[in-house]
Every structure is written in structure tokens, then in C-alpha cells.
């Protein structure tokens, strides 16, 4: 089906670890986006890639890094996990020239840093 | 900055209607938006509206726009069981359709 899909599901990092959360989309979308999601405070920004080649920081981007390997393709990385990075990670894509700019978003990543 | 709140909680019974409000900050918002979270799941759009109509309904779901008081509402009619989710306001800001959500009301649907 089409859609976003991440990898993994779910993750257990010990502090100071590294990982690659994998996100891709076959809706041939321009835009790509990472958000954080923890309880009571929504989904917060991470990062985003307006287009292929470009990549910029939203609200909460420290401690992170992104890649837009490929129109299809944006990997967040956690360089060197800490606990306050335990969230569920969102990847969402959408098409700039639509009408409505509507965001298809992945199943998550539950990630635990301990 | 720009900044989307909501109450976290609603609770009915089944078959009333349930209305979940939302006020939002930038007035530049080209459209806006509610999604629905099921529980261990991703979010799902439900229905948006153009910030220059003020309804706009879609079988059970009816959402009222006030852009002078930057309040926007979604109503379920004959709420279900399978309603109960959390529900996600959202406002476009700036360029590249930036979405800013709110941190969500989590519907509870009772007999």
C-alpha cells in the first residue's frame, strides 16, 4: 500500500548510543518531515526537508541529524542518545503543490533510552 | 511564536455529539486542520478547511472556523465507540507547509 513507512517500531538505546530511524515515501512527495511526539505536548518539529537537497531544523532539533538521502528517503539520527530523547518519532511527508497540503504520516518509532 | 491549544480531555456517551475545540495563534494560516490518532498508531487526516470559509461539514463531521477569534471547532454527530482517539488541531505556518499541532484532546466514548 502506498504510503510512509518507518523503520524500526520500536528501539531500546542505552544512553550515549547512536541510531538511524529510516523513514520512506512512494507518494513522490517534494516534502518530509520528522516530529517528536510525548505526552501532553503533541507533535513537535524536529526536522524538515522542503525538497530534495534541503533540510532544515524546526522547533526541537538538538541532538539530532537529518539526511534526505533521496526524494524517497529521510533518516533522523541520535548521534549519542540520552533519556530525554524517549519519544515517539513521526515521519510525515506531503505534496507542496496540492491544494489542501494534507501530511501522510508513518505508524511511528517508539524509542526508550535508558 | 505560533502555538495551537486544545483541552485534553472530552468525555461522552455514545450517540451524543462531541465537540473539540482549538485556538490557534498565526493569522496567516492558509488552511487548518484535524487528525485523528488511534491508540499505537500514526496520525490520519480527518477533514480540513480553506481559512476563507467559515463550515464545512462531511457526513458527521462539521467544523466551524471563527478566523476573528482564531477558533476552530469539530463536530462529531452520533458519536461511536470507534470515535474514542485522540484528535489533533493543526495550523499551516510560514512556507513549506509547516504544520504546528496542538497537543491533542483524547476522546472518550461511553455506553
Known amino acids: 500500500n502506498a504510503g510512509v513507512t518507518q523503520t524500526p517500531k520500536f528501539q531500546v538505546l542505552k544512553t550515549g548510543q547512536s541510531m538511524t530511524l529510516q523513514c520512506a515515501q512512494d507518494?513522490?512527495?517534494?516534502?518530509m518531515y520528522w516530529y517528536r511526539q510525548d505526552p501532553g505536548m503533541g507533535l513537535r518539529l524536529i526536522y524538515y526537508s522542503a525538497s530534495e537537497g534541503t533540510t532544515d531544523k524546526g522547533e526541537v532539533p538538538n541532538g539530532y541529524n537529518v539526511s534526505r538521502l533521496n526524494k524517497r528517503e529521510f533518516s533522523l539520527r541520535l548521534e549519542s542518545a540520552a533519556p530525554s530523547q524517549t519519544s515517539v518519532y513521526f515521519c510525515?511527508?506531503?505534496?507542496?503543490?496540492?491544494?489542501?497540503?494534507?501530511?501522510?504520516f508513518g505508524s511511528g518509532t517508539r524509542l526508550t533510552v535508558v | 511564536g505560533e502555538d495551537v491549544e486544545q483541552s485534553l480531555f472530552l468525555s461522552v456517551r455514545e450517540g451524543d455529539s462531541s465537540v473539540i475545540n482549538c485556538t490557534y495563534t498565526?493569522?496567516?494560516?492558509?488552511?487548518l486542520y484535524w487528525y485523528k490518532q488511534e491508540p499505537g498508531a500514526g496520525l490520519q487526516l480527518l477533514t480540513y478547511i480553506f481559512s476563507n470559509m467559515d463550515m464545512k461539514q462531511d457526513q458527521r463531521l462539521t467544523v466551524l472556523l471563527n478566523k476573528k477569534d482564531k477558533h476552530l471547532s469539530l463536530r462529531i454527530a452520533d458519536t461511536q465507540t470507534g470515535d474514542s482517539a485522540i484528535y489533533f488541531c493543526?495550523?499551516?505556518?510560514?512556507?513549506?507547509?509547516?504544520?504546528?499541532f496542538g497537543a491533542g484532546t483524547r476522546l472518550a466514548v461511553h455506553p
Open positions: 507518494m513522490n512527495h517534494n516534502s
Open positions: 510525515a511527508s506531503s505534496e507542496t503543490g496540492s491544494d489542501n497540503y494534507g501530511y501522510t
Open positions: 498565526d493569522s496567516s494560516s492558509t488552511y
Open positions: 493543526a495550523e499551516s505556518s510560514g512556507g513549506y507547509n509547516k504544520l504546528i
